[in-house]
């Protein structure tokens, strides 16, 4: 792994940051991820398209349902990128279990990293919103525990403000669990965290302190993926 840096690492579809790799051979750039998030974090920058060399500008793309397999296509000549977004996304999310990430903003609507709702055509009808972009869905199931959201999404000033609280609470929860903890410093982290726990869930607060005091008697590799998962969870619940 990376060494920690002192900013806080994100990964970014790399659009939002006025990056011209768009099939079109433009960009999308976000001005708040640009001039104002970015001003407190180190982005990494993904875009799956252009690293499978797919080149720029480029014939668009979208996610075609054949038989029940969903398949990415282009849209003109229907060349099929289907086996080479899956096999790259597998390496590149290997590679980003490396790059010390503690959140990622994916672009909304794309067949690559759309994270929901992403057109899916076939048949003779309207596309329906029911797909989910090939490399994020990868990187969802990679990182299950990781913030992310998309740039549409962080348009809503509480998703965004949800974001920026999750992000820096899972490098506090990560720079826990990687150093040599103590069942007396998951008790500690839990009691610095708790009133925040409570604004979000109370259920969920209290079946985590429950666990935090119970840590001394249960194997810590669990105690660290149960505390992770119902950490993270409790936090992505809207107060």
């Not at 994100?10 to 659009?15: E, F, H, K, R």
């Not at 999308?28 to 970015?38: I, N, T, Y």
């Not at 793309?61 to 282009?74: F, Q, V």
């Not at 096999?87 to 999310?93: L, S």
């Amino acid at each position: 792994m990376e060494p920690a840096s002192p900013r806080i690492r994100i990964g970014v579809s790399a659009c939002l940051l006025g990056d011209e790799v768009r099939h079109d051979g433009g960009h999308k750039r976000d001005p708040f991820l640009a001039d104002v998030l970015g001003a407190f974090v180190e982005w990494v920058k993904v875009c799956p398209e252009v690293e499978i060399g797919m080149g720029t500008p480029r014939e668009s793309i979208r996610l075609t349902d054949e038989a029940g397999r969903i398949r990415l296509l282009t849209v003109t000549t229907g060349v099929d990128h289907t086996d080479a977004m899956t096999a790259y996304a597998a390496r590149r999310t290997a590679a980003l279990a490396d790059a010390d990430l503690c959140g990622y903003v994916l672009k909304q609507d794309s067949p690559s990293c759309g994270m929901a709702r992403v057109k899916v055509y076939g048949g003779t009808g309207p596309p329906s919103r029911t797909g989910v972009g090939l490399f994020a869905a990868a990187l969802l199931a990679r990182f299950p525990h990781l913030p992310v959201e998309e740039e549409g999404g962080l348009a809503d000033p509480r998703l965004r403000e949800n974001f920026i609280e999750r992000v820096f609470a899972y490098r506090r929860l990560r720079d826990l669990f990687e150093s040599p903890w103590t069942a007396a410093d998951l008790v500690r982290f839990h009691t610095a965290h708790e009133v925040v726990l409570l604004a979000h869930s109370a259920q969920s607060s209290s079946q985590l302190r429950q666990l935090a005091a119970g840590a001394g008697a249960i194997d810590r590799e669990a105690v660290r993926a149960r505390y992770s998962a119902g950490f993270m969870a409790a936090l992505a619940i809207i107060p």
